[in-house]
C-alpha cells in the first residue's frame, strides 16, 4: 500500500525502540447493520449494509517521562479523530494482535484514528521521573 489517501493526514506512531508494545488490546468488530420492529406485530426487519470496521482500546506498558512526553506530543499530533496512524510492524507483525492490526493477519497494515477527541493518561510516581501507563482509543479509518 502507497500510503493514505484519505481524509487527514499519516503521524508517525513513536519510535518503538523508547516505547515498549501494548500491553493489552481490547477490540470490538463493529457491524452496519440496524432493525426496524412493527409496533402492531412486533415482527423485525433488518437491513445489512455488509460492512464493518474495528474499535480498540490500546493500554500501552509503563514508559519513562521521557518516552511518554513524547507518546503525548504523537496524540496531540492526531488533531483528535481528524490524522490516522498505523501501528509499527513490530507490534502488527505479533501474533496476539495481527488480526486487528493488519489486514487479514498479513503485511499490510491497517489505518487507524481516535475514536475521541481527547488523551488520556496515567502517570505513576516512581524513580525521579515517574513514568506514565497511556489507554487509548481508536478506530480503523475507513
Excluded at 3 to 8: K, L, R, S, V, Y
Excluded at 28 to 40: D, G, I
Excluded at 87 to 111: A, E, H, I
Aim: overall charge negative.
Amino acid at each position: 500500500m502507497a500510503g493514505w489517501t484519505g481524509g487527514g493526514q499519516q503521524i508517525g506512531f513513536p519510535d518503538v525502540d523508547e516505547n515498549p508494545c501494548p500491553v493489552q488490546i481490547e477490540y470490538s468488530k463493529v457491524f452496519s447493520q440496524a432493525a426496524n420492529t412493527s409496533p402492531f406485530s412486533q415482527q423485525q426487519q433488518w437491513q445489512d449494509w455488509q460492512n464493518s470496521h474495528l474499535e480498540l482500546s490500546v493500554s500501552m506498558g509503563p514508559m519513562t517521562a521521557v518516552a511518554g512526553n513524547n507518546f503525548l506530543y504523537f496524540m496531540d499530533q492526531l488533531n483528535g479523530s481528524i490524522n490516522v496512524f498505523t501501528f509499527p510492524n513490530s507490534f502488527c507483525t505479533d501474533v496476539r494482535w495481527s488480526y486487528m492490526l493488519t489486514y487479514n493477519g498479513g503485511t499490510v497494515n491497517k489505518y487507524f484514528r481516535l475514536s475521541k477527541p481527547e488523551n488520556r493518561a496515567v502517570i505513576k510516581p516512581g524513580g525521579t521521573a515517574g513514568w506514565f501507563e497511556i489507554i487509548f482509543e481508536c478506530r480503523e479509518a475507513i
